[in-house]
């Protein structure tokens, strides 16, 4: 069994992507061009975004936008503890300070009154941060009309992280669409995936798109003229093609991905076991990036070993929260700050999930958990 069927998902359309990627080998023009446009465009409109940039992987997008927004070294930008490394690293990485704030247990994404406490906290120190990266973990929104107005009102940045939710509606809006800037990846097992390393940026603002197409490009907007330094971070035609491809079956995809997360709730609730299952509020919808359960007691670890032995794969997303990462320690956080994203990383455990899973695995998969557990 697989966590991530990627080969079914290729025996499913492989006649379609082979010819798109024969297409490239033929033309031989590889970064870039008019299937990147073209992706470009598509993506875009879909989410109801003004542009979008094509980049070299979610993490580049993240890094691209905060350049594309200022940010310097010494800078404060906020973010959840409880997401993939890339979040954070990349507002180190410009030599910014992440700090962290705690999560809502019941969506694992920001929790929007820690988060007003968090500014306020800053603000009393006479620290003004300068933006929010809001994660849409596990293929959910968080609370975004709340965290608009909390960025507002503090005059900060809202970037969504949305490398788990492309796809995803708000309130019958679009994740990727609903934020003056926000990125997602294209990663093979994200919901939208290519077959390498890939990413985009989307904003509303010409001349953040104008800046992101500079700076993924060596800062250069004329062949040979750098403006400012930029970098290396380009989507590669045939990475677009194969996107292309992908995205006509995408949403038939998220469906699939929908019916099966209701079949694994429906049998884990069957269980009568002490199982959290996942929960999309009443105004989302989730691509269901992972389908994550926690359980609780101290069991995960046991039920996931138990699950590996019969050949059945899991993940944890994530086993270590950021404040408490090796990379992190200067920062100078301890255990116990965020209680929430500690307990989660403790209990949470993902199980396959893709949209061509079938029932009777799901049904396998829940009977394992059920015998791992009594
Ligand atoms: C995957 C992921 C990223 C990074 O995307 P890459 O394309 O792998 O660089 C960033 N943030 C989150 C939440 C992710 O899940």
Redesign the pocket.
């Known amino acids: 069994m697989e966590f991530i069927d990627l080969k079914r998902q290729y025996a499913a359309y492989k006649n379609e992507i082979n010819i798109a990627i024969q297409e490239i080998l033929d033309k031989s023009r590889f970064i870039l061009g008019e299937p990147v446009s073209a992706l470009e465009e598509k993506l875009s409109r879909y989410v109801g975004q003004k542009g979008a940039v094509g980049v070299a992987?979610?993490?580049?997008g993240?890094l691209l936008s905060l350049m594309a927004l200022d940010v310097r070294a010494g800078d404060i930008v906020i973010t959840t503890p409880f997401?993939?490394i890339?979040?954070a690293e990349v507002i180190s990485f410009l030599g910014a300070r992440p700090v962290f704030s705690d999560i809502d247990p019941e969506t694992f994404n920001l929790d929007v009154e820690k988060l007003a406490q968090t500014i306020e906290d800053l603000k009393s120190k006479n620290k003004k941060p300068k933006g929010i990266i809001a994660?849409s973990?596990y293929g959910q929104c968080p609370d975004m009309d709340e965290l608009l107005s909390l960025a507002e009102e503090h005059e900060l940045f809202l970037l969504e992280?949305a490398?788990?939710s492309f796809g995803a509606k708000y309130k019958g809006h679009l994740s990727c669409g609903l934020t003056s800037i926000s990125v997602t990846?294209?990663?093979p097992a994200?919901p939208l995936g290519c077959y390498g390393?890939?990413?985009m940026v989307f904003a509303n603002n010409d001349a953040i798109l104008e800046r992101i197409k500079s700076l993924r490009n060596h800062g250069q907007k004329k062949r040979y003229l750098h403006e400012e330094i930029g970098l290396n971070s380009r989507l590669d035609a045939m990475q677009a093609a194969i996107l292309l491809v992908k995205f006509k079956y995408f949403e038939e995809e998220v469906e699939n991905r929908n019916k099966a997360a209701c079949t694994y709730s429906e049998l884990i609730k069957g269980t009568g076991l002490p199982i959290t299952v996942p929960v999309v509020k009443p105004d989302r919808t989730s691509v269901f990036?992972q389908y994550t359960i926690r359980i609780p007691g101290g069991k995960r670890d046991r039920v996931r070993d138990i699950l590996t032995n019969k050949g059945i794969p899991t993940a944890i997303h994530y086993p270590v929260p950021l404040h408490l990462q090796p990379c992190f320690a200067g920062l100078g956080y301890k255990e116990g700050a965020f209680p929430e994203a500690e307990r989660a990383s403790k209990e949470v455990l993902s199980l396959p999930m893709h949209p061509f899973i079938s029932k009777e695995e799901q049904q396998q998969i829940v009977e394992a958990i059920k015998e791992a557990l009594t």
Do not use: E, R
């Open positions: 992987s979610g993490t580049d993240l997401t993939f890339a979040t994660v973990l992280d490398c788990q990846s294209f990663f994200k390393d890939g990413g990036a």
